[in-house]
């Protein structure tokens, strides 16, 4: 018990101080759909842990604030209504101060909690809980960096926050050769994971090549100056009007000057380092690039069957593989049933973690997913064959 207690306020320490360099004004900060404020994060993984654990489990529990359930409700229909995402900047109330307090107040209550129960059922909802959390602190991440993309102040003037990492990579480019076989995916053991990992199945694999290492910047840039984002027949035809409609032209806050590219960092425009693997490109993108090499993308089997040998863990890697349930998948009753499976369409895989992936939040068989249009998650490309 008292590891999950000292899990559980790490884990809530931890989200803050992703925030410290914040200041106020940024904590609204909205700059597209897809994203939300600092503070919406703050407040959401907070109501989690109140309106799934506290309210049900915790007799004569006196609610935060009635109307958070309202505003701080992500998609869980179970649970009722909710603001519409789009409108999460809009809440200049309530405030930031009443936000912490906000979190305070129930980390207080969960502390209590689980000093006094040993209940497996709600063991198991902080423990997922923690992980939940664990995902937004990525989501906050990278959600702050787009928002400050968008001002232009913030690309003249820089900004400090979430330290990027340069990376560090083996020059190789070989290929892992993978012979043909029968594979176990899916998660197995006793520790925690996402219901959509359950259900270890076996897939015949044919032989394949995958790469060592991921896709450089260096790579990318001569993908772009041969050409590949003005060559139609590169693309599928979704991506082709992606790039059209939107007018791209090179990755996601990447811009070509007289003389360099630079793109943009938490401390304002740097220049690209060749040498560096590629990142924040879309699935779109990643389809492109790899048919301008005359190769594809791994399936999310073959990415897990040859996990073992890979060097991953710097990007999320794009996979030619729909997010689809394995077999015997079943969504839980209630509103935890709503959390992987009703999203199981549109939506492409991508494995393995991002430099900005909460440490221990990953595995070989984490599935993580979104639509292939979008990029401003760490996301890189490794190409198969």
């Known amino acids: 018990m008292t590891l999950l207690i000292n899990k559980f306020i790490k884990t809530r320490n931890r ?4 925030c410290e ?5 940024d904590f609204n900060l909205q700059a597209a759909e897809f994203v939300s404020p600092p503070k919406w994060h703050l407040a959401h993984t907070t109501w989690f842990f109140e309106e799934m654990i506290l309210k049900r489990y915790v007799k004569a529990y006196q609610i935060f604030n009635p109307h958070f359930s309202l505003l701080f409700n992500s998609y869980y229909n179970h649970v009722g209504d909710r603001i519409e995402r789009k409108n999460r ?5 309530p405030s930031v101060e009443e936000v912490f307090a906000y979190r305070k107040y129930v980390d207080d209550n969960i502390k209590l909690l689980l000093k006094n129960t040993s209940e497996q059922t709600v063991l198991e909802l902080v423990e997922l809980g923690i992980q939940h959390e664990e995902q937004h602190q990525e989501l ?3 959600d702050i960096k787009y928002s400050l993309y968008k001002n232009p102040f913030n690309r003249i003037q820089g900004k400090k926050g979430v330290k990027e990492r340069k990376n560090s990579k083996d020059s ?3 290929w892992i050769e993978m012979n043909e076989g029968i594979f176990e995916i899916g998660f197995e053991g006793n520790s925690f994971c996402f219901d959509n990992e359950l259900g270890m199945h076996k897939v015949f694999l044919s032989s394949y090549q995958i790469r060592k290492e991921l896709v450089t910047n260096g790579e990318f840039i001569e993908f772009i100056e041969a050409g590949g984002y003005e060559n139609f027949n590169l693309w599928l035809d979704d991506g082709w009007a992606w790039v059209k409609n939107n007018s791209i032209k090179a990755p996601l806050y990447w811009k070509k000057t007289d003389s360099e590219w630079v793109h943009f960092s938490f401390s304002g425009e740097l220049q690209i380092e060749p040498e560096d693997y590629l990142n924040h490109v879309s699935f779109y993108e990643a389809m492109a690039f790899a048919t301008w090499k005359g190769y594809r993308l791994p399936t999310e089997f073959e990415w897990e069957a040859a996990s073992e040998i890979l060097n991953w863990g710097q990007r999320w890697e794009w996979t030619n593989s729909a997010y689809l349930p394995y077999p015997g998948f079943t969504i839980a009753e209630g509103a935890v049933g709503e959390y992987n499976g009703k999203f199981m369409s549109n939506q492409m895989v991508l494995r393995g973690a991002s430099e900005v992936t909460t440490p221990g ?8 997913f979104f639509q292939p249009g979008l990029n401003w998650q760490y996301s890189g490309i490794r190409l198969a064959k």
Not at 15 to 18: A, K, M, N
Not at 361 to 368: A, F, L
């Open 15 to 18: 989200t803050i101080s992703l």
């Open 21 to 25: 360099n914040l200041q106020t004004e």
């Open 89 to 93: 900047g809009l809440l200049s109330r």
């Open 140 to 142: 906050l991440q990278t």
């Open 172 to 174: 190789s480019s070989s």
């Open 361 to 368: 939040h990953s595995r070989k068989s984490y599935r993580n």
